[in-house]
């Protein structure tokens, strides 16, 4: 099934809900997305062609895979328009980890004529438990697709869209370049690192708290399951995403040393993690 | 016979794990066939790989094993039959054994009669140990990082097994692995041969199957085509060569299938960038070979190996996407480097502040400041020693070595460290000997890697890693066995390289100075590593190595023409005489030590004729030792040492040196102690093995 992108921030289609969460449990599911992903610190106030402070993941989850699943990825690239008799493909080994989500998997980046054009990721653990089944997540890299499909050498030259009647062009440039702009000011230089602590440790405590609740909760054997069901672990791991954004904001800015940022990662770790055991015995419970 | 084919399929191997794991394979398939009796020890195997499958091929293995036969021997005869009739140990044995009571034989021992049983075995088709065995096999392979994949995680490997072909000639071995039925079916290249299967016929036409389905299987021949292929596209460049880069091909030829290669194209303008970036770009980054002219120098071209052959359309379009990357790598590259300049070396001492060097101890700043310390001090001792340097140079260099860690350029490309704040240092204007030191500062890399040419650029290569492990030691992060996360051993193998290599007139106690721990740990670690580099970098054999260690192990310089004349004079009938006795001697002073016979003077009583003749060529050969061994003369002063040999012979098999008169047997001591001290500041003789 097809779903719209998460409305928080997240830094990659792995972090919203409907990939982080939903890969835990026995439960089959299949999903893909058009997913921003936000990465603060990749800014480059728009002058570099090739890198984005926001790029768009589409992310598919098959769980569990077909077994053919590379076969079936393949026709994938067929169908949106690249002739795979005319290009060069190879599978290169990339592992993937997300360590404050107690996630990783190992896999491909899959390169197209030298260019990586997907991240291929046999996702073994989430949340630090091992997922049984495991599941293939697909990342396209869209902008890097749409550029390579295009024949454009900078991300901004890319045709958005067309008017079918004037023939008039709207490029990815004209839609985002501001964007990339003002959060690179924003992210290298405005923002207020104080303030942005102050935001980190406000979610952080709601989140907590939450948490606290729900562990609680859920060890509870006597709790109806009704209960369980209705207590909000989707809004404490957004709140978990939002500490997850400040944090790569923090970093943009310089902010975070490396000390520190050791500690700070084990927070979220404790945030994303902590809500990945509750939903598992959430999902046990109903 | 036979032959037997086994064939893995798997999605693609990591390009790193797959030779070592082909090399497994075959290792353990011919050990099981030998273990089995199914091959004769010289059977031969092939094996190959590529990134989709792991392949063992083996002639002449037998359709089954021989029958065999085993005596068994069982409980004493007199126990089993008890007047002709079998008791129940006979029975129980029988029964063990799986033949009848009355099939029982009488076997005659040294130790009496037993009772003995002939066992027959019929031996077992190949097809059915392959089938029960192979698979054990194949999942026991060691991979580097695992996976599992199937529901229940019943086993973990490299990349989930997609197919299994397994083969004796035509006929299908039926095994299973990772829930994969064997059959004889493999598959061939993604691309262009597509889904459908390559029925193999029978084991022998592995390779010629799969090659007219697009795989070339062996990994010796793939890597020849590529080197071929990358000659070829070459030689369209007037002049030009391709960089060799061992490592990269043996990358390529493990991602590869049906290698081909494609001469690619950048703009002349990236020249400007640093060789070593735009190496570092194309070789880590895309996999490329750089292609330099006739004059050495980088041209702006590159070389990619792809998994697939294409028309001249397909050409021009893979090699149009592949230069485009790489000129967005490049631009990246370039943006860095601008951006970095803005930010000099200089200002960026202060925020080495934020950059960690170890948790315990502190950060780059406080590195950086600790450097600045063992430098000044081993540049104030090369200089009493009358080498000459430029000492701002170096300092300014120690002060400066660490700053690129704050680059974009070294985050983006961390193997690159040092050299881009060499090369930065450089376009700053700081000065040749400044900029080459910092780019200098972690060479020699590995131990076949040259040091650094200039005295400054060694003696901060020597003052960074001097202080590592001082520290790293302070506060017991010593290496221990296999575990070495800070690559402390290779940080005290470049220690002892520079100062074997160098002229630096630095013994490695200089060298650690004040900054070395009181508890010897760290003399003795860098004894250890002086060891291996005389052993294994240099080829001493090591019992030269114990031997001269045992003398003195400070000066490697020193320690290392000891080990020469040493090696040269061990092969003497004399020399070799003089090890056994100074072996003998210790011996003996280490059993009087046990039985507490005291150590007394020669001078204290009339000693033996013998012993006396000993005492006076050993008194007469001193000197002449001492003064060789001043001025170095090893060989010379060993080959002396030699000509005592009459002496020590005749002394020990004259003279009875633990005699029983305390008196005699002090003296005799004495002058034994006096000998082997006298002669062993060259080398310890005893630790010299003698046929």
Redo the contacts between chains.
């Keep these: 099934m097809l779903q719209q992108p998460y409305d928080t921030e997240v830094g990659a289609g792995t972090m919203a809900p409907e990939t982080f969460l939903r890969v835990l449990g026995p439960k089959p599911y299949r999903v893909g997305y058009a997913q921003p992903s936000r990465r603060p610190a990749d800014g480059r106030y728009g002058e570099n062609p090739n890198r984005l402070f926001k790029h768009t993941q589409f992310q598919l989850i098959l769980k569990p895979p077909p077994v053919n699943v590379q076969e079936q990825y393949l026709e994938s690239l067929e169908a949106i328009g690249i002739d795979l008799k005319k290009h060069d493909l190879k599978f290169e080994e990339d592992n993937w980890e997300w360590p404050a989500g107690g996630a990783w998997g190992v896999g491909w980046q899959v390169m197209l004529d030298g260019l990586e054009i997907t991240q291929f990721t046999y996702f073994q653990q989430c949340g630090g438990m091992d997922l049984d089944p495991m599941c293939a997540e697909l990342t396209y890299g869209l902008e890097r697709i749409a550029a390579f499909l295009q024949d454009v050498d900078s991300i901004y030259e890319i045709e958005w869209a067309r008017n079918p009647e004037t023939g008039a062009v709207v490029t990815y440039g004209d839609v985002r370049l501001s964007e990339e702009l003002q959060f690179s000011v924003y992210n290298f230089e405005e923002a207020d690192v104080e303030r942005l602590w102050a935001h980190f440790n406000s979610y952080e405590a709601e989140a907590q708290g939450l948490l606290e609740r729900a562990g609680k909760l859920m060890a509870d054997e006597k709790a109806p399951a009704k209960e369980k069901q209705r207590f909000p672990l989707l809004a404490a791991y957004e709140l978990a995403l939002k500490c997850s954004n400040l944090f790569n904001l923090l970093d943009a800015r310089g902010a975070v040393s490396v000390t520190e940022r050791v500690g700070v990662i084990g927070r979220i770790r404790a945030l994303a993690v902590g809500v990945a055991r509750a939903y598992a015995q959430q999902q046990a419970a109903a | 016979m036979a032959d037997f084919l086994l064939e893995i399929g798997l ?2 191997v ?3 794990m797959i030779a070592a794991a082909e090399a497994e394979l075959l290792t353990r398939v011919r050990a099981l066939l030998t273990r089995e009796r199914l091959v004769v020890p010289e059977a031969k195997a092939t094996s190959y790989s590529t ?1 989709r499958r792991l392949a063992v091929l083996m002639e002449g293995v037998l359709a089954a094993q021989a029958d065999s036969e085993e005596k068994l021997t069982g409980p004493a005869w007199k126990v089993a039959f008890k007047e002709g009739t079998a008791t129940a140990a006979a029975q129980a044995f029988a029964k063990k054994a799986g033949v009848a009571v009355e099939a029982l034989e009488k076997v005659e021992t040294p130790k009496g009669e037993y009772v003995g049983a002939t066992v027959k075995r019929v031996g077992r088709a190949a097809a059915e140990i392959l089938a029960a065995e192979v698979p054990k096999e194949v999942l026991g392979l060691y991979w580097a ?5 199937r ?3 019943p086993e973990r490997f490299v ?2 097994v ?1 197919w299994v072909a397994a083969m004796l000639d035509a006929a299908v071995v039926p095994l299973e692995v990772a829930g994969i039925a064997a059959g004889n079916a493999s598959r061939g290249h ?2 262009l041969h597509g ?1 459908a299967a390559v029925v193999l016929e029978k084991a022998a036409g592995y390779a010629e199957a799969l090659r007219a389905a697009k795989v070339v299987v062996s990994v010796p021949e793939r890597r020849e085509r590529i080197r071929k292929a990358l000659d070829k596209a070459t030689r369209t460049v007037a002049g030009a060569r391709w960089r060799e880069d061992h490592e990269l091909v043996e990358t390529v030829t493990h ?2 299938e049906w290698p081909t290669v494609i001469l690619g194209a950048f703009e002349r303008e990236y020249l400007e960038l640093p060789e070593e970036v735009l190496v570092t770009v194309m070789r880590d980054h ?1 996999k ?1 070979f750089a292609v330099e002219g006739a004059d050495g120098k980088l041209a702006p071209h590159f070389l ?1 190996v ?3 052959e ?2 001249a ?2 050409e021009a ?2 090699r ?3 230069a ?5 790598r490049f ?2 590259a370039r ?1 860095f480097w601008d951006f970095d300049q803005k930010t000099p070396l200089a200002e960026r001492v202060e925020s080495l502040k ?3 060097f170890q ?1 315990e101890l502190g ?1 780059y700043y406080w590195k950086t400041l600790e450097n600045l310390k063992v430098a000044r001090e081993l540049a104030a001792a090369v200089k009493t020693a009358g080498v000459k340097l430029d000492e701002a140079a170096l300092l300014k260099a120690a002060e400066l070595a660490k700053t690129d860690l704050t680059t974009e350029l070294v985050k983006e490309f961390t193997e690159l460290q040092g050299m881009i704040g060499g090369l930065y240092a450089r376009a700053q204007g700081l000065g040749e000997t400044v900029a080459k030191a910092i780019y200098d500062q972690y060479t020699p890399a590995s131990i076949e890697d040259a040091i650094p040419q200039k005295v400054e650029g060694q003696l901060l290569g020597l003052a960074d890693r001097i202080q590592t492990i001082v520290a790293m030691f302070g506060i017991g992060n010593a290496p221990t066995g296999s575990k070495d996360p800070l690559a402390l051993r290779r940080a005290a193998n470049a220690i002892v390289k520079i100062l074997a290599e160098s002229g630096l007139p630095l013994r490695l106690s200089d060298a650690m100075g004040a900054a070395a721990s009181k508890d010897g740990q760290v003399s003795e670690f860098l004894r250890e590593r002086l060891s291996f580099y005389l052993k294994d970098v240099r080829g001493f054999a090591y019992d030269v190595v114990g031997a001269v260690l045992a003398a003195e192990a400070d000066d490697v310089r020193d320690a290392m023409a000891r080990a020469e004349a040493l090696t040269a004079v061990r092969d003497g009938e004399d020399f070799a005489a003089i090890s056994a006795a100074f072996k003998r001697i210790k011996n003996i002073l280490r059993q009087a030590g046990e039985k507490g016979f005291k150590v007394g003077s020669p001078k204290s009583v009339k000693l033996a004729a013998e012993a006396q003749a000993l005492r006076d060529a050993a008194a007469a050969l001193a000197p002449k030792v001492a003064a060789l061994r001043q001025e170095r003369s090893y060989e010379e002063a060993l080959a002396l040492i030699a000509t005592l040999r009459p002496v020590v012979d005749t002394f020990f098999d004259k003279v009875m040196v633990l005699d029983a008169d305390e008196a005699v047997r002090g003296a005799n001591l004495g002058l034994i102690d006096e000998v082997l001290r006298g002669f062993s500041g060259i080398a310890d003789f005893s630790e010299i093995v003698t046929s």
């Design positions: 999605e693609e990591p390009a790193r990134p990082k695992n996976m599992y994949w529901a229940g995680k990349r989930p997609r993604r691309v889904d991602l590869t895309q490329y990619a792809l998994n697939t294409v028309d359309e397909g379009i893979i149009h996407g592949n485009r990357v790489l000129r967005a631009k990246d943006f934020h950059v960690t948790k950060s």
